[in-house]
């Protein structure tokens, strides 16, 4: 089970297999050929080969580490969403083999923010690129931009004369948001309908962690701030009812189902004054800054998603995930390379 620490956890051990894996990566990038997941429509996908893609002045090619498999791109598929065929794929991070710029050498390691990255390897502009501190893994690296995608929605509230927050959701992203807020000393209440997922919540530092049919409620309507990270329709109609007179509604749950609509109570939060919050961002460039201070994060101990990583799978594997078939159930799904010698399906969640 995952613990959440508060120290540097990175050994010269674990920097050699870091600096072996990338060895790994570049060598086998040299002989296998070019491979990618593509959507071919709902819930349908499928491996294809490929030449490599020219490198353009500006741009690396990368050796795909690991991606992370975000629910964003699992709704996308199971609703069909977008012109297909298409390519899928945000949270990357892998080890540069070939290089139009001398800003970004042949085995830098780097995370990217792209949107094809369920590939062996992909080219990339340098600029959208962040390099890896020595102590943050590969596997952190890929899971900077969910990070930072807590990082800058979370920093858009204020929770200065606050004693307690409530969070809706302890899924991936509500469980980061947990440990961000934990490791600056916030108390927070947390709401989970899984029990797995509550148990994490516990060992992520929430002062409470309740079942949504558990909620006093003596807490409706009272609570000052109240985050809502589950993008679902049930999870945002309970947040925002636990939010009290002038209280903030802080929206990180990314709502896809039903077209993403979504029936709110409007005239509750018109006479509660809620202050109502999408904690989204979209300008690459912050982005960019909060994925650097999210692979610090763990590069330092601090905040580790590697640590809620309990499904692995390769290019092969990766259709049947897509299209729902496996996996469902995991707090966090990745993408490993087909270089990665560690077992990849099904592996379990590791404490430090």
């Not at 083999?97 to 080219?123: F, M, N, Q």
């Not at 979370?154 to 606050?162: A, G, I, N, Q, T």
Request: proline share 6%; with cysteine.
């Amino acid at each position: 089970m995952p613990q959440a620490s508060g120290h540097p956890v990175r050994r010269p051990a674990q920097r050699m297999r870091e600096i072996r894996q990338a060895i790994n990566l570049v060598r086998y990038r040299k002989e296998a050929p070019v491979r990618y997941v593509q959507t071919t429509g709902k819930l349908a996908s499928s491996v294809v080969q490929a030449h490599p893609e020219p490198l353009p002045v500006g741009h690396v090619r990368l050796a795909i580490a690991y991606v992370g498999v975000c629910h964003s791109d699992l709704a996308a598929v199971a609703e069909g969403e977008g012109d297909f065929p298409r390519r899928l794929g945000h949270e990357v991070s892998g080890v540069v083999t070939e290089s139009a710029t001398a800003a970004l050498p042949p085995g830098t390691r780097v995370a990217a923010y792209v949107d094809h990255g369920y590939a062996s390897e992909i080219v990339v502009p340098a600029a959208r690129t962040v390099v890896l501190h020595r102590d943050c893994s590969l596997l952190d690296g890929a899971l900077a931009e969910p990070v930072a995608c807590v990082i800058g929605g979370l920093e858009m509230l204020s929770f200065r004369e606050c004693p307690r927050i409530v969070l809706v959701g302890t899924g991936f992203m509500g469980l980061l948001a947990l440990r961000y807020l934990t490791a600056i000393g916030h108390r927070v209440f947390a709401i989970e309908p899984r029990a797995s997922a509550r148990e994490l919540a516990r060992h992520w530092g929430a002062d409470i962690v309740v079942h949504p049919d558990e909620v006093d409620d003596r807490m409706r309507r009272t609570q000052p701030i109240v985050i809502e990270a589950t993008g679902a329709a049930a999870g945002l109609t309970l947040a925002s009812d636990l939010v009290g007179i002038d209280g903030t509604l802080g929206i990180l749950g990314y709502h896809q189902s039903n077209d993403g609509e979504r029936v709110v109570d409007m005239q509750g939060w018109n006479f509660r004054a809620l202050r109502v919050v999408n904690l989204h961002n979209r300008r690459i460039d912050n982005i960019l800054t909060w994925m650097d201070r999210a692979q610090r994060s763990a590069a330092l101990g601090f905040v580790c998603p590697s640590r809620l990583v309990d499904v692995r799978v390769n290019l092969d594997e990766l259709p049947d995930v897509l299209a729902g078939k496996r996996g469902h159930d995991a707090i966090k799904t990745v993408l490993c390379s087909d270089a990665d010698r560690e077992p990849q399906a099904y592996r379990p969640m590791e404490s430090i």
